[in-house]
């Protein structure tokens, strides 16, 4: 196959995981502000630590590196959360 057609099947299909990424951000990120405390929700920062991660990984593959350490940032910020190094506030969601 072809690099260029190769390249262009990976964009697609990365962009159809990204947006089911997105959704489960989303889901995962509105479950997580309806409990007091994230050891009461830790399925849900497993669960967007796992999808950061995800996004990181198939960024790289496609070539994106913006949207890579943007991924990478997220993971950051998940893992403080995991930590309990970083509250979580109403900004913080947003």
Known sequence: M????????????FIVELGE?????NLALLAM???PTPEEAPGHVDALFRVA???KSA?????????EAAAHRMEGVIARVRAGTLDRSTDLFE
Not at 21 to 25: F, G, N, Q, R
Not at 59 to 67: D, F, K, Q, T, W
């Open 2 to 13: 072809d690099p260029k057609e190769l390249q262009k099947r990976l964009m697609a299909g």
């Open 21 to 25: 990424h997105v959704e489960s951000m």
């Open 33 to 35: 502000e309806k409990v």
């Open 53 to 55: 991660h995800t996004m």
């Open 59 to 67: 960024a790289r593959a496609v070539g994106l590196g913006a949207l």
